[in-house]
């Protein structure tokens, strides 16, 4: 198989090596399970994304659940919100009983569906205008500058700790109006709730879970009461005060609700962020012909930006359940079926990216399914963009001989793909 998952035709030794690499694709593929995946996977899981998407695109696991892999199956399920429902009261039951984890994630609006869904996100809708933006870019510029000066000042640094992970967190902190000496235990907070999806859940994931979503909440109760005593006093682009005047406006968000979207959101703009910076600057270690011409011409960073997002997306899985029974991808399913959409491997999918393991930081087009797609796709995704083309641009530019210095240590973790360490020298 060539490394794009396509087979070649290269003469009858070829034929029978090509033979016996078709018979292990297919043993890969058909004891593919969710539930067991060891580190060779969790390093590098594209062959067998690519072994499920030639012999096995809709695959059944021992629960009963399918898992997909081609891109347009991906593409069909995200834009059918009715025949593929985001609530999760049932699905994380299993796990997560009646948690605090539980209470979160089934509050989020991104485990739900219309019109609770709706509301929330329609609130949400003002933190992310083009304007709003603007007023972010600025200090996103700043905070890098910061964070690259101090790096300048030691000769090396960890990619993660000093600058992927540093970043999405001040800048949620921010919008949050969470005051930057209170900021420390944010990071561990976010990792602990999200660390709770992961396919298995060990008991001291579950614990560290439901303990940083009981001590988040707390602390924004103070934040909330904080601005309730005070309004006016806080900055207008906080989305916190937006979001408490609208509740207490119209009743829209009740108290619960206001907090756990709040949460929410430092979880999805935190890792799925750093996981961008850490996954990007990796790649083009990796094909160091792109970091060249990305170096010749920084212009090309939006279009290298979408191309990280698409070759090594953070967020590798998403879900869905089947609202009634369906033929979804040539396969009849019964209402109520989990299926897990592999974002990761439609991303690579030949079918919709000629060569798909090159990295090409001016692929063109580049429709890819980093940020999902439809009623749910991603609230942030141009803040995730700016911050993005903002750090790994201004880092090319400020360390001309940026290099891998030691072992990067990978998350190991299926659903959100990063690094939790890249030391680098400048
Ligand atoms: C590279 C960075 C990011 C990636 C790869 C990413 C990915 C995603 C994906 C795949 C979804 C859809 C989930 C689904 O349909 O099941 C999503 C939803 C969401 N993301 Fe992001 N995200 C990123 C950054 C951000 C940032 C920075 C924020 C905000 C600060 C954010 C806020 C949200 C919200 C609010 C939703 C829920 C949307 C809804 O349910 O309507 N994300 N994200």
Excluded at 85 to 96: G, R
Excluded at 211 to 219: I, P, Q
Excluded at 266 to 275: I, Q, R, V
Excluded at 334 to 349: E, K, M, P, S
């Amino acid at each position: 198989m060539t490394l794009d998952g396509t087979a070649r035709d290269t003469g009858a030794t070829d034929d029978r090596d090509q033979g016996d690499r078709d018979l292990d694709d297919r043993r890969l593929a058909d004891g593919f399970d969710l539930r067991r995946l060891d580190r060779a996977f969790l390093d590098d899981p594209y062959p067998t994304y690519h072994a499920l998407r030639r012999h096995d695109p809709v695959h059944r696991l021992a629960d009963g659940s399918y898992f997909l892999t081609r891109y347009d199956d991906v593409v069909a399920i995200y834009r059918d919100p009715d025949l593929f429902s985001s609530d999760k009261t049932v699905d994380f039951k299993p796990n997560l009983g009646d948690s605090p984890l539980y209470e979160h994630h089934t509050t989020s609006l991104v485990f739900n569906d219309p019109p609770y869904h709706t509301r929330v996100r329609r609130l949400l809708a003002p933190a992310f205008t083009p304007r709003a933006l603007r007023a972010l870019q600025a200090r996103v510029e700043a905070q890098v500058d910061a964070l690259l000066d101090r790096a300048a000042n030691q000769g090396r640094m960890d990619l993660i700790a000093d600058l992927a992970s540093a970043l999405p967190v001040q800048l949620i902190g921010d919008m949050l109006g969470v005051p930057r000496d209170e900021r420390g235990p944010l990071r561990g907070w976010s990792l602990a709730i999200l660390g709770a999806l992961e396919p298995v859940l060990s008991r001291a994931q579950f614990d560290a879970g439901c303990r940083a979503v009981a001590e988040f909440k707390d602390y924004l109760r103070g934040l909330i009461a904080d601005r309730r005593r005070h309004p006016g006093r806080h900055d207008d682009s906080e989305i916190l005060s937006k979001l408490i005047a609208a509740e207490d406006g119209g009743e829209t968000l009740s108290e619960l609700e206001l907090l756990h979207n709040c949460i929410f959101l430092l979880n999805a703009g935190h890792e799925t962020t750093t996981n961008l910076i850490g996954n990007g600057v990796e790649a083009l270690f990796r094909f160091p012909g792109e970091m060249a011409r990305l170096r010749a011409a920084p212009d090309l960073i939006k279009s290298a930006v979408e191309e990280f997002l698409r070759f090594e997306s953070s967020n590798q899985l998403g879900n869905r359940r089947l609202t009634r029974d369906a033929e979804v991808g040539g396969v009849a399913m019964a209402a109520g079926t989990y299926i897990h959409v592999c974002i990761g491997a439609a991303n690579r999918d030949p079918a919709q990216f000629p060569d798909p393991d090159r990295l090409d930081i001016t692929r063109s087009p580049n429709r890819h399914l980093a940020f999902g797609s439809g009623i749910h796709a991603c609230a942030g995704m141009s803040l995730a963009r700016m911050e993005g083309q903002v750090a790994i641009g201004k880092l090319l530019r400020r360390f001309p001989d940026l290099r891998p210095d030691g072992a990067a240590v990978r998350g190991g973790r299926a659903r959100f793909r990063g690094f939790l360490s890249l030391p680098v020298a400048l």
